[in-house]
């Protein structure tokens, strides 16, 4: 019994090695000269996101005119967490750290700790970049302490899908502070414009 615990729980440590060390790394995709992009709609969305047990009733869409800007960096964002001021806090404990860092961020944020504010955008600038399924413009009606952004998609693989999974789960079970999720997906949506959905698709193309 006591060699199955000793095992038990050399698996556990060896599971949360992996995932801090495949956190490291960026989960890129060669957005420039993308051809033919799969083009996503609210339900195929949500039954990906029921295959990998994510909550499905707080995932959110970017709006075509913010995609672009989204993936500005080269890499799928992955998370940003805001303080009940909309304020965006730090949670890198250097500046070349990456997403790792919140697999221990998270549920060790709490009211009594001072953070790090950064001059990036606040929440409500980062809100007007997000709609539902339907083109609405998204606003969190719930007060929370500290507001969690995960960024996922359907086409990427299943670690980017994982992150998400963990990240919510960690805010959910978080007692010290009440951490409020949304899930921003990054992929083409249907509901756009066709219009501004192929001028997208040409600028990532190379064509235009």
């Given at each position: 019994?006591?060699l199955m615990q000793q095992i038990m729980r050399s698996s556990a440590f060896a599971i949360l090695l992996i995932l801090l060390i495949?956190?490291?790394?960026?989960?890129?995709?060669?957005?420039?000269?993308?051809?033919?992009?799969?083009?996503?709609?609210?339900?195929?969305?949500?039954?990906?996101?029921?295959?990998?047990?994510?909550?499905?009733?707080?995932?959110?869409?970017?709006?075509?005119?913010?995609?672009?800007?989204?993936?500005?960096?080269?890499?799928?964002?992955?998370?940003?967490?805001?303080?009940?001021?909309?304020?965006?806090?730090?949670?890198?404990?250097?500046?070349?750290?990456?997403?790792?860092?919140?697999?221990?961020?998270?549920?060790?944020?709490?009211?009594?700790?001072?953070?790090?504010?950064?001059?990036?955008?606040?929440?409500?600038?980062?809100?007007?970049?997000?709609?539902?399924?339907?083109?609405?413009?998204?606003?969190?009606?719930?007060?929370?302490?500290?507001?969690?952004?995960?960024?996922?998609?359907?086409?990427?693989?299943?670690?980017?899908?994982?992150?998400?999974?963990?990240?919510?789960?960690?805010?959910?079970?978080?007692?010290?502070?009440?951490?409020?999720?949304?899930?921003?997906?990054?992929?083409?949506?249907?509901?756009?414009?066709?219009?501004?959905?192929?001028?997208?698709?040409?600028?990532?193309?190379?064509?235009?």
């Amino acid at each position: 019994a006591i060699l199955m615990q000793q095992i038990m729980r050399s698996s556990a440590f060896a599971i949360l090695l992996i995932l801090l060390i495949e956190g490291c790394q960026p989960i890129l995709k060669a957005l420039y000269g993308i051809k033919n992009p799969d083009i996503e709609n609210e339900k195929n969305i949500k039954k990906i996101a029921l295959k990998y047990d994510l909550d499905t009733t707080n995932i959110v869409s970017v709006n075509s005119k913010d995609f672009i800007e989204i993936f500005s960096t080269g890499e799928i964002p992955d998370g940003a967490v805001f303080n009940s001021n909309g304020e965006h806090i730090d949670y890198k404990q250097t500046d070349t750290s990456c997403n790792a860092d919140l697999f221990q961020f998270i549920p060790e944020l709490n009211l009594t700790r001072q953070y790090n504010k950064t001059s990036k955008a606040n929440l409500s600038t980062e809100l007007n970049k997000f709609s539902d399924f339907d083109g609405h413009q998204i606003e969190i009606k719930k007060k929370a302490d500290f507001y969690l952004l995960i960024y996922w998609t359907v086409w990427t693989g299943r670690l980017n899908k994982d992150h998400v999974k963990i990240w919510e789960d960690l805010a959910k079970n978080n007692n010290n502070c009440k951490i409020e999720v949304l899930k921003v997906n990054l992929d083409f949506q249907e509901y756009w414009d066709k219009k501004e959905r192929d001028e997208i698709i040409d600028k990532l193309s190379g064509t235009k």
